[in-house]
């Protein structure tokens, strides 16, 4: 079993930042990557960046170069750092941990962007 709790979403205006935490607790060792997910208002759950074990990291093309994914290993945490948010970023963010025969989600986090 696999806990996840997000924090950090808000309001914000466009071009903003907005840096989103995700705390593991449980069977940790276990996870092989983290990741964290975006839903819109009548989209499908995409994805946002994920980072494996190995500090390997990939992103949607939506956010390249905009947002950064990244862990602390002793608090277990990851984290997405956003800057120059865009209105279309708005979105229900969800952390995700996945093991080899299941994944976590946490609750999820809602991120605004509006001015």
């Known amino acids: 079993q696999v806990q996840l709790v997000e924090s950090g979403g808000g309001l914000v205006q466009p071009g903003g930042s907005l840096r989103l935490s995700c705390v593991a607790s449980g069977t940790i060792f276990s996870i092989r990557a983290m990741g964290w997910y975006r839903q819109a208002p009548g989209k499908q759950r995409e994805l946002v960046a994920t980072?494996?074990?190995?500090?390997?990291?990939t992103y949607a093309d939506s956010v390249k170069g905009r947002f950064t994914i990244s862990r602390d290993n002793a608090e277990n945490t990851v984290f997405l750092q956003m800057n120059s948010l865009k209105p279309e970023d708005t979105a229900v963010y969800y952390c995700?941990?996945?093991?080899?025969?299941?994944?976590?989600w946490g609750q999820g986090t809602q991120v605004t962007v509006s001015s």
């Open positions: 995700n941990a996945k093991l080899a025969m299941r994944d976590y």
């Open positions: 980072i494996t074990s190995g500090g390997t990291t």
